[in-house]
Every structure is written in C-alpha cells, then in structure tokens.
Nanobody, 126 residues
C-alpha cells in the first residue's frame, strides 16, 4: 500500500505563488512516475503535470506551462508542484498520484495512476 499526503494549499491572491508537497509512505517511490491533477468545482479532474521516475522527463498541461514546475526529491519520497503567477482559474483541489509501473516515464492519463492522495485546496482570489 502507498499513502500519499498533499500539503501546501491555501488562499492566495492572483499573481501569487504556492508550493504544494506530496509525501509518500508505505513504499519508496524512486522507481515510479508521479503526477499532479486538479479538480475545479463542477468540472472533471484534469491533468496538471507529471514527472518520470528519474526526474529527467516532465510533462505539463498547456494551461500551466511556464507557470508551474513539478519536481521530486527521491531521498525524501516527495514530489512538489511550484505554482507561480497563479490565476483565479487555477482554483481547484489538487491531487498527487503515483503510477506503479517500474521506471515509468510519466503519464497525462488519469487511469494510469494507481494511488491518489486526498487532495489539497488551492483558492486564488482576483
């Protein structure tokens, strides 16, 4: 079993920054790809960013390119999402997820992820 716990969400003004963290327990995730998704009120969950097991490959949704950066610290079994230049449309619950395919390169597809965190709320005010 893998437990993922997100933190770092909150209320921020438009143009501000937040850094989300997702700490894993139950299994070392250094061999697996990790991702961030989000779900806004009344909308389906959508892909935000993903990172390969090695950290050498990253993928970002068009809506966050140039503003969000995904990274990982395998020694801490943690994945991060640095969010800059936040917009009101970034308001959502943000979820981290783990894809337990060994040496995964990262995926933009929700169903390829095996474990999910409980989510952390990000609210951006205008």
């Amino acid at each position: 079993q893998v437990q993922l716990v997100e933190s770092g969400g909150g209320l921020v003004q438009a143009g501000g920054s937040l850094r989300l963290s997702c700490a894993a327990s139950g299994r070392t995730l250094s061999s697996y790809a990790l991702g961030w998704f989000r779900q806004a009120p009344g909308k389906e969950r959508e892909f935000v960013a993903a990172i390969s097991y090695s950290g050498r490959s990253v993928y970002n949704a068009d809506s966050v390119k140039g503003r969000f950066t995904i990274s990982r610290d395998n020694a801490k079994n943690t994945v991060y999402l640095q969010m800059n230049s936040l917009k009101p449309e970034d308001t959502a619950i943000y979820y981290c997820a783990a894809d337990l395919m060994v040496a995964g390169r990262g995926s933009t597809v929700e169903y390829e992820y095996d474990y999910w965190g409980q989510g952390t709320q990000v609210t951006v005010s205008s």
